[in-house]
């Protein structure tokens, strides 16, 4: 056993640093001559807090955000201010815009402030994670976290356990069809995927099942199942509030308790891990495990750091996978002609009952166009966030001090017929090359589900291989037909973007199944 793996598994819990300010020095400075012909903050077109509030709740946009920002963009064009009080948020709505954004985000970018994740963390003592760590020390924790999760051959090596969660989804899909949907029926299919995505990411993050797919989810599982959902949710309210009154409100004490249980959660997989690691050393018994033991037997991060950092990586991964996946089965059940192409390209590659793995994947292009196309149309983050924290930026003609708020509208350029021809179409061929052609090109920021740059998203890689092992595994078995009432499910926005309604498909068993 090594001494730094000694000190990790038997150090003492030390609370963490003073949480420091938030504060950072300029690198960047727009000259003097930069400056002249530009224009300001106060020069943009916008709307203050009293427009928002009758937009969002007298006019129903609260859950539409999405859709609110091709609104805005149509009555103040394609750069505008919003103010929420003392807050001035810079709305960006096109490619170009967004572009030049992101070019100019300096060394260490900040997504958003987070701050009332990051005041859950102050008023318990925890460590911040890669969402809401800022500067060197986000960028010193990136550098521990990107390697297991963002290399191809790295996440290839989780492959056989992401299958292994993929066969008891499927028998859970058939348990479901038949108790529950007539033999044909799979009700809630996002609900379905939700469980999917949770025990596959545990199963990376935590190296252990949680049994969220079983007939029978255990108590403790199905609390951490929904601890996650009403962060979300909450999250979501909370910061439409001004901080002096967070401690007075009741979601805000449901938000913290939320969070109390995910930590609670996270601290008890990964103490189990550490002692089980400590049991093999001291019988001299190799070390062996994927993720969380890489984690804890690196000694960069303290277990502190490593529980906020999991905390986040997990919130991160469960609804990236399930609601695309979701979308996914949605729209081919409304394009038989699309579904057939990606049955034959799936049973091309993996006749009979072969069972797709990591190295599959690269030979189906249109499975992967499939899920571009799906993450145009509803991109799991529909407006990021950027802070101009070290630097002044110039955009669209206007000059930026530092400090400012960017809200990136993704959703609204994604929905763009200038960009995407019949935008509001499934077209996943708009991805793919012809024999003989060029693809049709569109600007590379018009559609960025997973971010730019150092703030790409940590789990893309992962999330990718849920979501083909999934699709491929489901698609060999079934066909998916759609809702036979006929209804159209329409996407609301709770933090992220998700279905707003039950999706429910009928699955059909394939004469020749395969998988």
């Known amino acids: 056993m090594s001494a730094p793996l000694y000190r990790l598994l038997t150090a003492k819990r030390l609370p963490p640093p003073a949480i420091r300010a938030f504060g950072y020095k300029s690198t960047a400075r727009a000259s003097v001559e930069e400056r002249e012909g530009l224009k300001t903050i106060e020069d943009l077109p916008g709307s203050g807090l009293l427009s928002t509030f009758y937009w969002h709740f007298i006019k129903g946009y609260h859950q539409k955000a999405h859709e609110f920002q091709i609104v805005q963009k149509k009555m103040f064009g394609p750069i505008w201010k919003t103010k929420f009080g003392p807050i001035t948020v810079i709305n960006v709505a096109t490619a170009n815009l967004i572009e030049q954004v992101l070019r100019q985000e300096g060394k260490y970018p900040v997504r ?289 001090p530092k400090n400012t708020l960017f809200h990136l509208c993704h959703y609204a350029v994604s929905q763009e017929d200038s960009e995407f021809s019949q935008s509001r179409s499934f077209q996943p061929s708009r991805w793919l090359r012809e024999k003989g052609e060029e693809m049709k090109k569109h600007h590379p920021f018009a559609s960025i589900p997973f971010g730019f740059g150092t703030r790409t998203c940590l789990g893309k890689r992962v999330a990718e291989l849920e979501m083909f092992s999934v699709i491929s595994r489901v698609i060999k078995l079934f066909e998916i037909r759609p809702d036979p009432s006929g209804k159209v499910v329409m996407a609301k926005t709770r933090t992220l973007l998700c279905p707003g309604s039950p999706i429910n498909l009928q699955l059909i068993d394939r004469k020749c199944p395969g998988a």
Not at 227 to 252: G, Q, T
Request: glycine share 4%.
């Open 112 to 400: 958003s402030q987070m701050p009332h994740w990051r005041e859950y963390r102050e008023l318990r003592g925890k460590a911040y994670g890669p969402l809401c760590e800022y500067g060197e020390k986000w960028h010193h924790m990136r550098s521990i976290l990107n390697p297991k999760m963002l290399k191809p051959k790295e996440v290839s090596t989780y492959s056989p356990a992401i299958n292994e969660v993929v066969t008891d989804f499927v028998k859970r899909v058939q348990w479901v069809r038949e108790n529950h949907g007539q033999g044909v029926m799979l009700n809630d299919v996002s609900g379905e995927l939700y469980k999917f995505a949770f025990e596959a990411i545990c199963t990376i993050l935590f190296e252990t099942r949680m049994g969220c797919l079983e007939e029978h989810v255990p108590e403790e599982t199905d609390k951490f199942i929904k601890a996650v959902f009403e962060m979300f949710h909450f999250s979501s309210i909370v910061i439409f509030f001004p901080k002096s009154l967070w401690p007075y409100l009741s979601l805000w004490k449901q938000f913290v308790a939320a969070w109390d249980y995910i930590f609670y959660i996270t601290e008890k997989l990964v103490d189990k891990k550490m002692s089980e690691m400590q049991e093999h050393v001291e019988k001299g018994y190799p070390v062996d495990g994927e993720y969380l033991t890489y984690l804890l037997a690196n000694t960069k991060m303290t277990p502190l750091e490593i529980y906020g950092s999991l905390c986040e990586l997990l919130l991160a991964a469960v609804d990236t996978t399930s609601n695309t996946t979701a979308w996914i089965l949605y729209n081919l059940a409304r394009d038989p002609s699309i579904q057939q192409q990606l049955y034959e390209e799936v049973t091309s590659v993996c006749p009979g009952d072969q069972i797709p793995e990591a190295k599959d994947f690269a030979n189906m292009p249109f499975l992967k166009a499939v899920a571009k196309e799906t993450l145009r149309m509803y991109p799991v983050v529909p407006g990021n966030s950027r802070v101009a924290v070290d630097k002044e930026v110039v955009a669209g003609g206007y000059y930026f």
